[in-house]
Structure formats: C-alpha cells, structure tokens
C-alpha cells in the first residue's frame, strides 16, 4: 500500500498562475482533508470532504478550490496564486467510522510550494 | 471557539534524559478528542494518539506517556530516556463534539542530541 501520495513534491509559481495538486490514498478512506502549513503557525486546515463529491471549508479557505470526484482522489486547486501561498501543503485521510477528524489522519509526504 | 497552545516552541535535550511536551487546550465543549503527532524531518505527520474528553486514565506506550488532566486543561506527552530518534516536531490537536473543525497546536521541535 502506497498510502497517501501526493503530486507534485515541489513546485515553484509565478504570482497569477494556476495549479493543482494532487492527492491520492489506497486505503478505501470516506475523510480526506487539505492543509497547509507555515512557520510558527501549525497546520491549517483549508478544505475537507466526507465523501465522494462533498468538500467543506476548513478554517483557511480562501483562495482555494477543491474538487473530490473519486473516492481515492482529492484535489486542491489554486486559480491565481499568491505569495501568500508560498506553503507547504498536506493531503490527509481517515476512516469514516466516527465523525470527521475524530479519527487518526494519515498524512502525505507534502507538497513544497512558492510563489514568486 | 476552541485554542491549543504549546508554549515550548523549541526543546533541546541530550540522549537518554526525559523530556515532556506540553500542551493546554480551550473548548466549551464537554465532549472532545485530543490528539498528538509527531513530524520528523521527513515531514510526513505520524499519529501517536487520541484520547477523548471522557476518559482521564493516563496512557503508557513504550517509552511515551501522555498525561491528560481536565482540571488543567493539559494533555502532556513524555518521552523517557529520549533517542536521537525522537528528534521531531510534535504537535498537540483537538476536536470538538460538532466535529466542525480540527485545531493544532503551533508545534513543539524537540532537537535529541547524542
């Protein structure tokens, strides 16, 4: 099992550019959630879904789009990037046997972004 | 609305001497779960555990503790006898009952030397 991966690890952005990052997991999980983390200021979570075609904003939306298509796959997009982008961006997974967050989160590897 | 604070932001500490991380939540929630995690410099963030707000008893896996007290407000961890393994950052979280969001603490780098 691969777990959760994340696509691409790095990525540099010039400010206005789009993107999108990838996230996908193996482990049949219902919960998969974006977050981004900054210096000094913990994890942050940006938008989550409990399932197939749902997303929710988390406390850090603004700026962000995600769509949740399949199961496995959750991705965040980035229509015009900032420099206050510039972040390191997780994608996490849970079961869905209790509520949402109330279970133990596997994390990918992250994804390093900077916008110029 | 709900806070998680680690004051130590940095912890240094040489091999085999015990360390403990601290962490003190706010929610006016009567039910919630807290939770700890450890991020090594992989950067992937790695589940130690979960407790929720019902259930006092302290926990002891291997060398790790964590020491939850609702009086204080506080779920501490402790390493005994630290190794150069347990060199990471550590991050406190918390859930609320509506599970609406889930808030981190800032983190604690614990730096293990030999």
């Known amino acids: ?116 | 609305a709900q806070k998680v604070t680690q004051a130590q932001t940095e912890i240094s500490v040489v091999e085999k001497e015990d360390v403990t991380l601290d962490c003190v939540y706010e929610t006016r929630d009567t039910t919630y779960y807290l939770f700890w995690y450890k991020q090594p410099p992989s950067g992937e963030l790695v589940f130690l555990i979960r407790r929720n707000s019902f259930d006092e008893q302290n926990e002891i896996s291997g060398r790790y503790s964590w020491n939850f007290q609702k009086s204080t407000s506080s779920f501490n961890f402790t390493i005994t006898a630290s190794q150069v393994v347990d060199s990471a950052v550590y991050f406190c979280a918390l859930v609320n009952s509506g599970y609406s969001t889930l808030t981190f603490g800032k983190g604690t780098m614990l730096l293990v030397s030999p």
């Not at chain 1, 997303?55 to 229509?79: C, H, I, M, W």
């Open chain 1, 1 to 116: 099992n691969a777990g959760v991966t994340q696509t691409p690890k790095f990525r540099v952005l010039k400010t206005g550019q789009s993107m999108t990052l990838l996230c996908a997991q193996d482990m049949n999980h219902e919960y998969m959630y974006w977050y981004r983390q900054d210096p000094g200021m913990g994890l942050r979570l940006i938008h989550y879904s409990v399932g197939e075609g749902t997303t929710a904003k988390g406390e850090v939306p603004d700026g962000y789009n995600v769509s949740r298509l399949k199961k496995q796959n959750f991705l965040l997009g980035l229509e015009s990037a900032a420099p206050s982008q510039t972040s390191v961006y997780f994608c996490a997974s849970s079961q869905g046997t209790s509520g949402v967050f109330y279970n133990e989160q596997f994390f990918g590897p992250g994804t390093r972004l900077t916008v110029l």
